[in-house]
């Protein structure tokens, strides 16, 4: 997956980043996960430079006010982003349109989780296109080292560790002709566990489990030629147990 975004080298780096910034939370965590397991190193950089709807607020008020200004529904859509936040902690960010924006506030009378997310996004998607467009500063990007684009090669046999930036662990297991074989384990950067299964020629084959960062199961189930397939289990935070049934990496219930 990640080989097709290296090659555009920042411009795609770039890319990547904000589309994954307002990709909805089930499926952007799916795609981080199988992105970080593909190659830690890179998804560091590409995570320490996503955004939130939070670092917008947290933006200039001259760049708030040019993104509020951009288009005619950015006030309805702040008013539903901030609904059911503490939106009067940032108001010092909001001093011209304060009063416009505690009115629409005020006439809202219940934004479902859903809708907070779309307009959520909606206003981030609108920052980091006038960002492009150089007509606000916007937001500061953190740019890795050239050789981050470089595509991850494996040693032709033997034990092999992936590191993150700092050299710590991310990922160890065994290599056979350039290939990940077998079974492999994958860790956060705190060097909890965040995934173990096998591999058959680089592809995830068989049961795999994944783990929150508190070392609780997160998810378990099958891969078949690196997709989902068959039964899965998931745990919420709470441990609340779901079931659900893939085939060749489509969900079907």
């Known amino acids: 997956m990640l080989n097709r975004i290296k090659k555009k080298q ?8 904000e ?7 089930a499926s952007r965590y799916n795609i981080i996960v199988s992105a970080i397991l ?4 890179f998804m560091q950089w590409v995570t320490r430079n996503m955004k939130s709807f939070e670092h917008f607020l947290e933006l200039t008020s001259d760049d708030i006010e040019q993104v509020l200004r951009s288009n005619d529904s950015m006030m309805m859509m702040l008013a539903r982003a901030m609904k059911n936040l503490n939106w009067e ?6 001093s011209r349109f ?7 506030i005020s006439y809202l009378t219940e934004v479902s989780p859903a ?29 890795p080292p050239q050789d981050i684009f470089h595509t991850l090669t494996l040693p032709r046999e033997g034990v092999v560790q992936l590191k993150f930036i700092d050299g710590s662990v991310a990922a160890e297991g065994e290599a056979l002709k350039g290939k990940r074989i077998g079974l492999w384990k994958h860790f956060y950067e705190t060097k ?20 929150y960062a508190n070392g609780e199961k997160r998810s378990e189930g099958r891969y078949l030629s690196d997709s989902r397939h068959g039964d899965w289990k998931e745990w919420s935070r709470t441990g609340e147990l779901s079931l ?3 085939v060749e990496g489509k969900k079907q219930s």
Request: net charge negative; proline share 2%.
């Open 38 to 41: 593909e190659d830690p190193a």
């Open 10 to 17: 920042y411009d795609g780096f770039k890319d990547f980043v």
């Open 19 to 25: 589309s994954l910034e307002t990709t909805v939370l």
């Open 98 to 104: 304060l009063g416009k924006l505690k009115d629409e």
């Open 192 to 211: 909890k566990v965040l995934a173990e299964g096998s591999y058959q020629e680089d592809l995830k084959e068989g049961l795999w489990t994944f783990f």
């Open 89 to 94: 902690k940032y108001s010092p960010n909001f």
């Open 244 to 246: 659900s049934q893939w």
């Open 115 to 143: 809708e907070q997310e779309k307009a959520q996004y909606f206003i981030l998607k609108a920052a980091r296109k006038m960002q492009r467009e150089e007509k606000i500063q916007g937001f500061k990007w953190e740019l």
